[in-house]
């Protein structure tokens, strides 16, 4: 599904990846994020409730940080690791930090992970540009887990509205 193109958003398309590399952890995900070649394929890098993490190059910290929340919460499975992607069509225009960070955050809060710790990247290895976000299910804070419902009238309704930017064709 994807956002409203014909309204003037740019036409987001907003998937929960629910068999991934979430499934093997925070780590496993922000390892496949950052990509492991020579040639980096991440082009913009958000980090949120992570002290001290500001790049990419500093994943290593935000994996640490994320497992010693998580090691507060002895009762949680092994899902504690929220994946979220989101895509633009191919033929809308590139968008900006300030619109890259706009979309993460209100989908992030949509999902009501606004305070849970995460961190977001673009990826240039797809003919469409794309975001994956890595979101700790364990609040950083109480500790306990929050799974939302995927609720595709929530994120591709209220959700793509309110995060897609204006997008160059209507």
């Known amino acids: 599904m994807s956002g409203g193109g014909a309204f003037g958003w740019a036409a987001v398309i907003i998937r929960h990846q629910r068999a991934s590399s979430s499934d093997k952890g925070f ?3 922000a390892r496949y994020i ?4 020579a040639k980096p394929r991440t082009t913009w890098f958000l980090a949120a409730n992570l002290p001290g993490v500001t790049t990419s ?5 935000a994996c640490r940080l994320v497992e010693a929340v998580n090691a507060q919460n002895t009762r949680a499975g092994n899902n504690r690791t929220y994946h979220l992607v989101v895509s633009l069509h191919p033929e809308d225009r590139s968008l900006d930090v300030k619109e890259l960070r706009h979309v993460v955050e ?3 809060d949509t999902l009501g992970f606004s305070e849970h710790q995460y961190v977001a990247a673009r990826h240039n290895d797809k003919d469409h540009e794309h975001v994956h976000v890595a979101i700790n299910k364990i609040h950083p ?3 306990r887990i929050h799974s939302p419902a995927w609720d ?3 994120i591709h309704g209220k959700g793509a509205r309110e995060a ?3 997008s160059g064709r209507l």
């Open 152 to 154: 595709p009238a929530s």
């Open 164 to 166: 897609a930017p204006k």
């Open 141 to 143: 804070e109480t500790y």
């Open 34 to 37: 950052r990509g492991r070649s």
């Open 57 to 61: 190059d500093d994943l290593e910290l």
């Open 27 to 29: 780590r496993q995900l």
């Open 106 to 108: 209100n989908l992030v």
